[in-house]
């Protein structure tokens, strides 16, 4: 449950940066600093400020954390995260459209 919740929270808050920038035309480096900020003050606002800790026996903590080969599971996690962005900026249409769009709508549209 609280996975799920994390996920679509974090899709709001994305969509919303994307949204301020492309409407407003702000600077994203900003937008995702405050973002950011903004994300922790709610944290520390939810939790009172105290750190959250898995339980102890936890066993899916326990996957997370324990290494596979020698190399933390996390590392696997985002190593196929990396290649899955990859195929899809590099195969589909859409992807290669935000490749080729950047910063710049106009280089992207003479690009495309």
Known sequence: GAIVIAVVFGAVVIGLQG??????GANPIIVTIAAG????????WITGGVSVYPPE???SFAFLVS???GIPFPVYVFVVAVILGEVFIKKSRFGRGIYLMGESPR??????
């Not at 949204?19 to 407003?24: D, N, R």
């Not at 900020?37 to 520390?44: M, N, R, S």
């Not at 280089?107 to 495309?112: K, N, P, S």
């Open 19 to 24: 949204l301020l920038i492309g409407f407003t």
């Open 107 to 112: 280089a992207g549209r003479t690009a495309g």
């Open 67 to 69: 290494p596979l080969f």
């Open 37 to 44: 900020a903004l994300q922790e003050a709610v944290a520390i």
């Open 57 to 59: 026996n936890s066993p």
